[in-house]
């Protein structure tokens, strides 16, 4: 092996790698286990979700192999592309007709037997039009003028999708926006401000909308209502109180038998406890904190190689990926009102699951240009086609600057 070929195997992160395909393994696992009756019941085949689920997991992978080619300034010239694309996806949705509507939500393209998911896109296009746009207008943030930017432009992104309703997906991406404008360098008041004007306006739309109010009130005493509004999160946990320790075992779940809805999707966690116990639930939060903290080293390399679209970059995908496990995770366990996100990489979801793992990718991509720039100081060398796991792949060499981006 080169000199070369040892630095890329000895700087390379494997938490990051280790963490993803762990969560996606235990994924594959639980939605077999947490499908099997439901689907053999609803489909007459108890494999269903499983080979759906396998299915997208290898087109998520085979979009990931194609993200991880595509080099960073690349992503950080498509971003206004990108951020009118996803507008476009989430005004096309509610257009009847083209938008499918389930359970009174429509929040689905149907595009012949695929169902495509504009929420979950408009992640991905947000996250790197943020970054793209906080690395070029980082100075003028602390003036309420260019502040209030990326504020209106959250804001329209956030009507059109609460007009689905995604409620979930606003509190999930705002958050994360927010997290990133604040890393960029706006002032603390001016943040302060529209964290405050957010909350606020939160609480207006639970108050004034009689279903989001009446699941507040369910989730401050679900036992009061257990058969009607409070009968997920009731199912939901008993499933983790049977769970006790160790749990009843592998496939042998109770809940999953039609007593607790959506048990492959949203509350997947509930049937993981309850099967694996707390030590199980615990080592599925620590996969996340593992996933967490490796993101947080690349913000942090990034930064010392002042590569300010790298570093905003990274962050925002940590946010996004530990918030939405955070609200998952909580929703399940009654920690939060009850809301429709998925388990990031191990939930049943087709557009989910694909975005989780060109994220992935994303993350990849990171860590492999800031390691060619630090492997290239320290020996002449630039290790990117050295990549452990892209061994055979030829990717470009380009790193966004952040007065380049």
């Not at 951020?83 to 689905?108: D, K, Q, T, Y």
């Not at 804001?155 to 007009?163: D, E, M, P, R, S």
């Not at 060109?358 to 086609?385: C, D, H, M, Y």
Request: proline share 4%.
């Amino acid at each position: 092996m080169s000199q070369a070929q040892t630095m890329s195997a000895k700087n390379f992160d494997w938490l990051l790698p280790f963490c993803v395909l762990s969560l996606a393994s235990i994924g594959v696992v639980m939605v077999a286990s947490a499908s099997i009756a439901y689907a053999a019941d609803i489909h007459g085949d108890p494999w269903f979700f499983l080979k759906r689920h396998l299915i997208y997991l290898g087109v998520g992978a085979c979009v990931a192999l194609v993200v991880s080619q595509v080099p960073l300034y690349v992503w950080s010239r498509l971003s206004w592309p990108l951020l009118l694309f996803s507008c476009l996806l989430l005004m096309a949705v509610l257009v009847p007709g083209i938008g499918r509507e389930v359970n009174g939500s429509r929040r689905w393209l149907a595009l012949g037997s695929i169902t495509v998911q504009p929420a979950e896109i408009a992640k991905f296009c947000l996250l790197v039009f943020f970054a793209s746009f906080l690395t070029r207008r980082n100075r003028q943030l602390r003036h309420w003028s260019s502040f209030m930017v990326p504020v209106v432009i959250l804001g329209i992104v956030a009507l059109l999708l609460l007009l689905q309703p995604d409620f979930g997906s606003v509190v999930v991406i705002s958050g994360t926006v927010l997290a990133m404008v604040f890393l960029a360098g706006a002032r603390l008041p001016h943040t302060f401000v529209l964290v405050a004007a957010a909350a606020c306006g939160l609480v207006l739309m639970a108050l004034v909308s009689p279903y989001r109010l009446q699941r507040l009130m369910t989730f401050l005493d679900p036992w009061r209502d257990q058969f009607a509004g409070g009968y997920q999160l009731t199912q939901s946990l008993i499933a983790f109180g049977r769970g006790e320790w160790f749990g009843v075992g592998l496939g042998n779940s109770v809940q999953k038998l039609f007593y607790l809805p959506e048990a492959h999707t949203d509350f997947i966690f509930a049937i993981l406890s309850e099967e694996w116990g707390m030590v199980g639930g615990l080592a599925v939060i620590a996969l996340f904190a593992g996933l967490t903290v490796s993101l947080l080293r690349l913000v942090r390399g990034a930064l010392a190689q002042q590569n300010f679209f790298a570093a905003l970059l990274a962050f925002g995908i940590a946010v996004l990926m530990a918030g939405q496990a955070f609200v998952n995770m909580g929703v399940a366990s009654g920690l939060l009102p009850t809301k429709g996100l998925t388990l990031p990489f191990v939930s049943s979801g087709g557009s989910s699951l694909v975005i989780c793992c060109v994220l992935f990718a994303l993350a990849l991509r990171l860590q492999v240009e800031l390691r060619s720039e630090n492997g290239s100081k320290e020996t002449g060398v630039a290790p990117i086609s050295q990549l452990p796991i892209f061994n055979p792949l030829q990717m470009g060499d380009r790193t966004v600057k952040g007065e380049a981006a």
